[in-house]
């Protein structure tokens, strides 16, 4: 035996067990379901990217780019070259050019599912490995595609059956009108910086827009009085705010304008948004969020392209789920279980699991446990039918299938199995 300690998972980092993918497979399906009668198709891209990709996606001066970055070490690297993937936007901007999509009729439509890494404090909704739902709109700066990619997210969450949710909408103007508001931010923010949370005593200087997301309550009280964007946006950028606006009023999206609502980086551009959980304050509350990213295309340097795009939380659209008090049952291993009642069954159990399995999902319990006790586990599992055989039965090739819900049970040959299972067990 060995007598080294039982290794575990690393910190921040868990199993999504059996018991728990009903729920996780219902958050997934519906994520295929709402791209796919929306036209968007599905893409993989590498979990591992090179640094700089993964870096000017994110932006050095952000959170997730300052501190939460996991390079990654190969037995040739003097220095890391590689990242695991905080998110997956920027790869799937690399992906549209490097795959030529940028020469299919445009905008191409993309979306994936899959985990993303950030070295952050784990707590309860923040994970280090989590996944999201992600679709992308390359190639197109139409404002009516901001609005779309907000009525997908917000389909995916109604098709879930997350129902406390709130839509929160800004606009951030762009490249023409953004760097004017900045200067009137830092103006109005500079004879209050001795009063400023050290944090935004530095964001001052170096990334202004993100002193209207800062949550240090010494902050707080500066907000309201401090000029709003949408206040100072360019005729261009404000008549794609109202387009916007128009199409949600349109499809009877409701939102409520938040004009603190932004995105530190210097690529977003106009529209930002975001789905919050209104059960649940605090930090962990967002399921998701996106917007315009019309510089990222340059800023890993391919071409001027306007794109749009969202990020779903699957882990946090998961604990809603739970936290609103939807139940999802845990599905069973299978439908049928096969139950030889004795050591010498092996082959025949085997064989009639065989048989079963070209009409339903069949699983044989080959365990030395006794009949009762197998029984028992198979109620316990939720199986709906079993299938239960000892030697006698086996030479006369039937089983007594037994109905687990009614606990009606018959005599069955091998061979007429897969058509009564399939008519339901008629007849039992
Ligand atoms: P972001 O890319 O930061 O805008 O995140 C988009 C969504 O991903 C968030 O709204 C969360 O639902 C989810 N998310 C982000 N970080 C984490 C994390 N560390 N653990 C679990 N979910 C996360």
Same mark, same amino acid.
Not at 341 to 357: C, D, K
């Given at each position: 035996?060995? #007598? ?10 868990r199993?999504?067990?059996?018991? %728990?993918r ?39 001066? #952000? ?49 994936l ?34 609005a ?21 909408? *800004? ?5 023409? $009108? ?14 209050l910086k ?5 944090? $935004?005593?530095?964001?001052?200087? #170096? ?22 964007? #949408? ?10 705010f109202?387009e ?10 409701e939102?409520?304008l *938040?004009p ?24 962990? *509350? ?34 809603m ?29 085997? %064989? ?16 030395a ?12 599992a ?32 091998w ?10 067990? *008629?007849g039992?």
């Amino acid at each position: 035996m060995s #007598t080294s300690q039982a290794i575990k998972a690393a910190r921040g980092l868990r199993d999504i067990l059996p018991s %728990e993918r009903a729920a996780w497979r219902l958050v997934e399906q519906a994520a295929h379901g709402v791209a796919r009668r929306f036209g968007y198709q599905e893409i993989e891209v590498p979990m591992i990217e090179p640094i700089e990709l993964i870096e000017r996606g994110v932006g050095a001066d #952000t959170d997730v780019g300052s501190k939460e970055i996991y390079r990654v070490i190969t037995q040739d690297d003097a220095k890391p070259r590689l990242a695991l993937r905080p998110e997956a936007t920027a790869s799937v901007v690399r992906a549209y050019f490097e795959g030529g999509l940028n020469q299919a009729p445009q905008p191409v439509r993309l979306y994936l599912l899959g985990p993303m890494f950030r070295h952050d404090r784990p707590q309860a909704g923040r994970y280090r490995q989590f996944y999201q739902f992600d679709f992308e709109v390359i190639g197109d700066g139409s404002a009516a595609w901001d609005a779309e990619v907000i009525e997908l997210a917000g389909s995916w969450l109604a098709a879930i059956g997350i129902a406390q949710v709130s839509l929160e909408l *800004n606009s951030i103007g762009d490249a023409n $009108c953004r760097p004017a508001y900045l200067e009137r931010l830092k103006a109005y923010y500079r004879p209050l910086k001795d009063q400023l949370h050290p944090d $935004c005593q530095r964001r001052l200087e #170096t990334n202004p827009l993100r002193l209207l997301d800062c949550k240090e309550p010494q902050c707080a009280p500066f907000k309201a009085a401090a000029p709003k964007i #949408t206040d100072h946006l360019c005729e261009p950028c404000a008549a794609a705010f109202a387009e916007v606006r128009r199409l949600l009023d349109a499809g009877g999206i409701e939102y409520r304008l *938040n004009p603190y609502l932004v995105r530190g980086l210097d690529y977003y551009t106009r529209t930002v948004f975001e789905f919050h959980h209104t059960a649940l304050g605090g930090a962990q *509350n967002s399921l998701g969020g996106g917007g315009r990213y019309d510089g990222l295309a340059t800023a890993i340097g391919y071409p001027d392209t306007p794109a749009v795009g969202f990020a779903g939380g699957i882990d946090r659209a998961v604990l809603m789920l739970a936290q609103e008090g939807q139940e999802v049952v845990p599905e069973p291993p299978a439908e049928l279980l096969v139950v030889p009642g004795g050591g010498e069954l092996t082959v025949a159990a085997a %064989e009639v699991a065989r048989i079963a399995r070209v009409a339903v999902s069949t699983a044989a319990d080959y365990s030395a446990r006794s009949l009762r006790a197998k029984m028992r586990s198979a109620g316990k599992a939720g199986y709906r039918w079993v299938a239960i055989l000892d030697e006698a039965e086996a030479a006369r090739r039937v089983v007594q299938l037994r109905d687990m819900v009614s606990g009606e049970q018959r005599e069955v040959g091998w061979d007429e199995l897969p058509d009564r299972l399939l008519a339901g067990g *008629n007849g039992l």
